[in-house]
């Protein structure tokens, strides 16, 4: 593997998986590996559960890392090419990735969708130029359109639990306050279905995502109607991908409740976090037994050190 930044850079997600499980059962076993490495990792947006379980698993295959949260740490980045840079922007990406590409082995980068231009967003001009300009293996740490670290280690989670070889999975919207990317569900559809689930997306008429991610899925506008025999919920707020970026629907019917979970086949409530109590999901489900957040959470770890292992063996 040289870069990771959707599901497209995998072509054996079943061998995949069992790299995941054989590296959580011991996560130490290939920590000469990544010796005298550097993986530097960018945040343009704020993390908790990628930074930390990004800089373990590269850690654990013996990397060295440098967190450098961009336009705080460093200098402010100028992103368009052909501007005058006079205002507070004092480094282009073109120099500043191709610096970064010196000092890295990996360079990870975070970088969420600015919600204004959907074509700037969907064309991952961020990523697209790190790519081009650092000369160094990129892996997406979330990106405008995806999250694929995330959706790795969810598909491992639903590994772990499901009963049945091809589980119902049901993407559902929920309400949220703030205008949030659609990276997540984009990347999460991908994944179910390459996995081969029976995936179900389910969100208020006019909430539809880019056909392009959600291919393959069935759209069920009644979110009842979707929960109905689901073997795993997964909450997630988006913003409009249609009126790009703007939030049409604060139904808090929409909540994942302890009522709608009984529609379920005892469904397992997932979510990537951090999560929004008692807009997305109330406290009753997520506290209870069938909420698997914190396991899918520590599978953060897994899915980044498989992705990080397979571009080490590549570099040698
Ligand atoms: N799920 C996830 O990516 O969490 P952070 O935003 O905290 O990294």
Request: aromatic residues 10%; contains cysteine; hydrophobic residues 40%.
């Amino acid at each position: 593997m040289k870069h990771f930044t959707s599901i497209h850079d995998v072509t054996d997600l079943n061998q995949m998986l069992k790299e995941a499980f054989e590296i959580k059962k011991d996560q130490y076993q290939f920590e000469n590996l990544g010796k005298h490495k550097t993986m530097c990792l960018l945040f343009f947006n704020s993390s908790l559960r990628t930074r930390i379980s990004t800089q373990k698993a590269a850690e654990n295959l013996g990397m060295k890392t440098i967190i450098l949260n961009i336009n705080e740490d460093g200098w402010k980045i100028e992103t368009e090419f052909g501007v005058v840079m006079d205002g507070d922007k004092a480094e282009h990406i073109k120099e500043a990735a191709g610096v970064i590409g010196r000092y890295s082995d990996i360079i990870g980068i975070r970088s969420f969708a600015g919600l204004k231009n959907r074509e700037l967003d969907y064309s991952e001009h961020v990523l697209g130029q790190f790519i081009q300009y650092a000369g160094t293996p990129i892996v997406s740490m979330e990106a405008a359109t995806g999250h694929p670290l995330q959706s790795f280690a969810d598909v491992i989670t639903i590994e772990e639990y499901k009963k049945k070889e091809h589980p119902k999975v049901v993407l559902t919207w929920a309400p949220h306050p703030k205008a949030l990317p659609q990276a997540v569900p984009n990347s999460f559809a991908e994944w179910a279905v390459a996995a081969g689930y029976e995936v179900v997306i389910t969100h208020p008429e006019g909430y539809e995502l880019d056909e392009k991610f959600t291919c393959g899925a069935k759209i069920e506008y009644n979110q009842n109607k979707a929960f109905e025999g689901a073997d795993f919920i997964y909450a997630k707020n988006w913003s409009n991908y249609k009126n790009y970026g703007q939030i049409l629907n604060m139904d808090l019917n929409w909540t994942v409740s302890a009522d709608k979970m009984k529609l379920t086949n005892q469904a397992k409530f997932m979510h990537c976090l951090p999560v929004r109590r008692n807009m997305i999901v109330t406290d009753e489900v997520i506290d209870s037994p069938d909420s698997i957040v914190i396991d899918e959470a520590e599978n953060r770890i897994y899915s980044a050190q498989t992705i990080i292992k397979r571009i080490l063996e590549n570099l040698k």
